[in-house]
């Protein structure tokens, strides 16, 4: 808990009321809260909580995250993407045709599944953000991110109640890119322009040069 604590910038007392809450990753054994460390750098990057930099450096050294741009190119942009309950999503995700051939699909489904048994991967906003739990094992070379317009709303269990409606598939040679990328996603996803183009499954082109502009303003 105090190691948490000086993690993120807030008093034991702030840590304790949040994993009693269920809006910080914990897991609870006995009477004791045990925390994930890349479960709270995820939970940190989507909520654009500020930390300590420790959080995010595994060698002493911080680097620049990784091109959302350029994981989407790699990836690409899925319009009708099939499924009328979560699991069915998630085995349509998984059999998306982007997907390296060095990735095992039935894997891949099966850790999203247990991505989801963990905690919900929605945002908000009729968003989710389904990924494996150990990016290592998508074995690719390079980042992907897969952004997906679900052909009907679907309940993904999210906080705020909303059915998903977008999701984004993050693939990650490691959990550090994994992590860049999610920052960088998380930043993108509180645009207005975004959220804006997002919620009309606008055009593949105006996204991504939405997210190029985006990238540009930051250097």
Same mark, same amino acid.
């Given at each position: 808990? &105090?190691?948490? =604590?000086?993690?993120?910038?807030? @008093?034991?007392?702030?840590?304790? &009321?949040? /994993? &009693?809450?269920?809006?910080?990753?914990?897991? #609870?054994?006995?009477?004791?809260?045990?925390?994930?460390?890349?479960?709270?750098?995820?939970?940190?990057?989507?909520?654009?909580? +500020?930390?300590?930099?420790?959080?995010?450096?595994?060698?002493?050294?911080?680097?620049?995250?990784?091109?959302?741009?350029?994981?989407?190119?790699?990836?690409?942009?899925?319009?009708?993407?099939?499924?009328?309950?979560?699991?069915?999503?998630?085995? !349509?995700? !998984? %059999?998306?045709?982007?997907?390296? =051939?060095?990735?095992?699909?039935?894997?891949?489904? $099966?850790?999203?599944?247990?991505?989801?048994?963990?905690? @919900?991967?929605?945002?908000?906003?009729?968003?989710?953000?389904?990924?494996? #739990?150990?990016?290592?094992?998508?074995?690719?070379?390079?980042?992907?991110?897969?952004?997906?317009?679900?052909?009907?709303?679907?309940?993904? +269990? /999210?906080?705020?109640? $909303?059915?998903? %409606?977008?999701?984004?598939?993050?693939?990650?040679? @490691?959990? #550090?890119?994994?992590? +860049?990328?999610?920052? &960088?996603?998380?930043?993108?996803?509180?645009?207005?322009?975004?959220?804006?183009?997002?919620?009309?499954?606008?055009?593949?082109?105006?996204?991504?040069? +939405?997210? /190029?502009?985006?990238?540009?303003?930051?250097?």
């Amino acid at each position: 808990m &105090r190691d948490v =604590a000086r993690l993120l910038n807030v @008093s034991e007392q702030t840590v304790y &009321r949040w /994993a &009693r809450k269920g809006s910080l990753p914990a897991h #609870r054994i006995h009477d004791q809260y045990l925390f994930n460390r890349v479960e709270l750098q995820e939970w940190a990057a989507l909520n654009k909580h +500020r930390v300590s930099l420790e959080l995010f450096a595994s060698d002493g050294s911080v680097e620049q995250p990784a091109g959302l741009l350029a994981a989407l190119e790699h990836g690409g942009v899925v319009y009708d993407l099939p499924g009328k309950r979560r699991e069915e999503v998630l085995a !349509a995700v !998984a %059999k998306l045709p982007g997907i390296p =051939a060095s990735v095992d699909r039935e894997l891949l489904y $099966q850790l999203l599944l247990a991505r989801e048994a963990l905690a @919900s991967t929605s945002v908000g906003g009729g968003i989710a953000i389904p990924h494996p #739990r150990d990016p290592v094992v998508a074995h690719v070379d390079q980042p992907l991110v897969f952004l997906c317009f679900l052909r009907q709303p679907v309940d993904f +269990r /999210a906080m705020d109640g $909303q059915p998903v %409606k977008v999701l984004f598939l993050l693939l990650s040679p @490691s959990v #550090r890119e994994h992590l +860049r990328i999610l920052a &960088r996603l998380a930043s993108a996803l509180h645009d207005e322009a975004v959220k804006k183009l997002l919620a009309a499954a606008a055009p593949r082109d105006a996204i991504l040069g +939405r997210i /190029a502009a985006i990238e540009k303003d930051a250097g």
